[in-house]
Structure formats: C-alpha cells, structure tokens
C-alpha cells in the first residue's frame, strides 16, 4: 500500500472517530482473542451497558513480555448479506503513531482515549493494558445507518498477536 493510499485511510478512520455532528452509535459486541498466550492474556473484554443507550468497551489484558514494535490493521465491515469491507482497511504503525501526539487529528483520538485507558505512553509496552468504560465514540453524518464491525488485527515483530473486534450500529436519524 502507498504511502498516500495509508494517510487517506487513516484520514478516514480519524474523521469516522471524531466528526462532531455525532448521530446515534452503540456497541452492540466486543471480541478480543489472543493468538499467542505466551505474550497476550485477556482477563476482560466485555461491553457494560453505560447508559439507556450507550454500551462501554472494557478490556483487560496483559502483555507478558515488552511490546517495541506494534502495528495495528483496521478494517472496517458493514452488514449486508454478511459482513462486507466497508470504506476503511489500513495498516498502522502504532509505535510511531503514539510518538506523534502533535499531529492535530491523531490528538483528538488520543484525547477520546487517554482518560480511559492505560496506552497515555509510548513503546514499549508491558504489563497489565486496560481499557476502561469507553464509550465516547463520535461519527460523522456520512455513514450510512446500519450494522457494522470494526476489526482490529495487531501485530508485534510483524506477527499477529490478537485480536480486538468491536460491532456497532448507527443510526442516521
Ligand atoms: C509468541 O510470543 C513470544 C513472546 O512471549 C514470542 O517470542 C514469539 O515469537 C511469539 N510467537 C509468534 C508466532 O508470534
Ligand atoms: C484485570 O484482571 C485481572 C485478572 O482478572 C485482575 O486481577 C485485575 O485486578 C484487573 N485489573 C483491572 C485494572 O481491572
Ligand atoms: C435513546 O433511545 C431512546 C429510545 O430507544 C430514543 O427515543 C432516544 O432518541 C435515544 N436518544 C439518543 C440521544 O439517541
Ligand atoms: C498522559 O501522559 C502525559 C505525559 O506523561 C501527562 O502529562 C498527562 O497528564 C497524561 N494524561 C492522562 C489523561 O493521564
Ligand atoms: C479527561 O480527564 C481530565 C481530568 O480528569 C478532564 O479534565 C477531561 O475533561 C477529560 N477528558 C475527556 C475527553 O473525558
Ligand atoms: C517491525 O517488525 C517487522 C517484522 O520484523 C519489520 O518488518 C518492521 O520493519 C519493524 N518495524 C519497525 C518500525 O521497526
């Protein structure tokens, strides 16, 4: 993938997280899956009902031994007879994209994130990782309504390690 096809992507992803005009989105699942128990445990990955109409995502997980190099691969799937690929697929190195907290859009993710997890830092990680009562999730008016499903593949040395997927529904009106 070109370098210019990623910033798109995650131009995309970014303004799917943080469009102000912020219609109806709930969580409707989360699955989180180690593929080597050896490096990533979950303890915890589940949704709480947060209030009449929203969810929050919890995770819990450890990493038994130090993380210096993570990418993360998001692909986005809407629902319609199955799961479809959906405006978004990109790879990102979510070491470098820590280190870059003075990039204006990465900082707006960062600040729907930081107060409810344990990721405020850069590489390396190690440890217990907790996601905690997420559920401040902002999208733009341009998704159609639906169900969809966010897929997050991460992989440490280029290998991959687990898997965070979380399904949601918009709702236009
Ligand atoms: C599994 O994790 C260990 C570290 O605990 C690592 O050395 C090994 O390379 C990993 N295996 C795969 C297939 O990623
Ligand atoms: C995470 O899960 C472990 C194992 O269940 C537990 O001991 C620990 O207290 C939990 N930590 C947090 C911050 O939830
Ligand atoms: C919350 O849900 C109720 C009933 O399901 C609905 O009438 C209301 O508009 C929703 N509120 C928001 C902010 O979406
Ligand atoms: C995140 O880390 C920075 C630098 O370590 C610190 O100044 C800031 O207060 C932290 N933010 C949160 C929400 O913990
Ligand atoms: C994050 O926490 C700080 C201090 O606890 C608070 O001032 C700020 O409004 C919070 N930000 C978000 C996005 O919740
Ligand atoms: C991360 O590891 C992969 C596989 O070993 C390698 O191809 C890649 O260049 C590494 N990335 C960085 C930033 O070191």
């Known amino acids: 993938m070109n370098s210019k096809l990623i910033s798109l992507g995650v131009a995309a992803f970014l303004a799917f ?35 009449r109409n929203k969810t929050s995502l919890n995770i819990n997980a450890t990493f038994l031994e130090p993380v210096n190099n993570a990418s993360i691969k998001l692909k986005l799937m809407k629902k319609e007879n199955g ?27 960062w600040n729907l994130i930081k107060n409810v997890s344990t ?4 590489c390396p990680y190690v440890g217990l990782q907790v996601v905690k ?7 733009p008016i341009l998704l159609p309504s639906g169900d969809y499903l966010l897929l997050l593949d991460w992989f440490f040395d280029g290998k991959k390690q687990f898997i965070t997927n979380v399904y949601f529904n918009f709702n236009e009106d």
């Open 17 to 51: 997280l943080v469009c102000s005009e912020a219609p109806f989105v709930k969580m409707t699942n989360a699955v989180c899956e180690s593929y080597n128990k050896s490096w990533v445990v979950f303890h915890y990955c589940r949704l709480k009902a947060y209030s």
């Open 83 to 109: 799961y479809k690929p959906f405006l978004i697929d990109v790879t990102l190195d979510g070491c470098k994209f820590l280190r870059k907290r003075n990039h204006p859009a990465v900082k707006m993710v």
């Open 119 to 122: 990721v405020n830092h850069t």
């Open 133 to 139: 009562d997420f559920h401040r999730i902002e999208l």
